[in-house]
């Protein structure tokens, strides 16, 4: 009796090994999917705030990091969609950009969505592929960007996107901030969006 007392407890303890195991994989798996659902895409974006609206002055209240990004309005034409971005240097140091803008396009629920962004937008329009050049502003100058995308279905097995929030960051590595997309960001089933790089603003 004592031997099969003891052979049922080890029974038991194996199982709730097993479960544990089963728990914790199941965890990390959903955890996965919440940062992307695609090992090869990119990392979610870090926590960004909304930037201020173009009303509101924009040396005011000046991001820790020393910029300020926010929309300029959208335009639509024939299914080709562009949004002017702008960077203010509302710091007190000169700022130097010399690349893309590094975008984040967001579902209704926050959770970035795998888009292929292309530097230059030579695959989705022509006229924005100019390359990278130095830029730097002093307190209180910007530059601009131009973020450009299709709403465009070619495959009704595809299922269409369209983002509801959009986050820009300077370059890779920097703080990102909530921009005004100027509606959703409907890049139908093209899985790809496309961005200028960043030159100084001429007025």
Known sequence: MIRQTAARRRAGAAVAAVAAVLLLTACTIDEHRYQ??????????????????????????????????????GDAAMGLRALGVELINCGQRPYLLNGYPVLWVLNEQRKPIILSVVNGAKEITSGFDQPPQPVTLQRGERAVATVLWRNLVTDSDVVATAGAYLTVAPAAGQPAQEIDPDGPVDVGNTGRIGVSAWRAATT
Do not use: K
Request: net charge positive.
């Open 36 to 73: 992307g659902g695609d090992p090869t895409g990119p990392p979610p974006p870090p926590r960004v705030t909304a930037t201020p609206s173009a009303s509101i002055d924009p040396l005011a209240n000046c991001p820790a990091s020393g910029v300020r990004i926010r929309s300029t309005g």
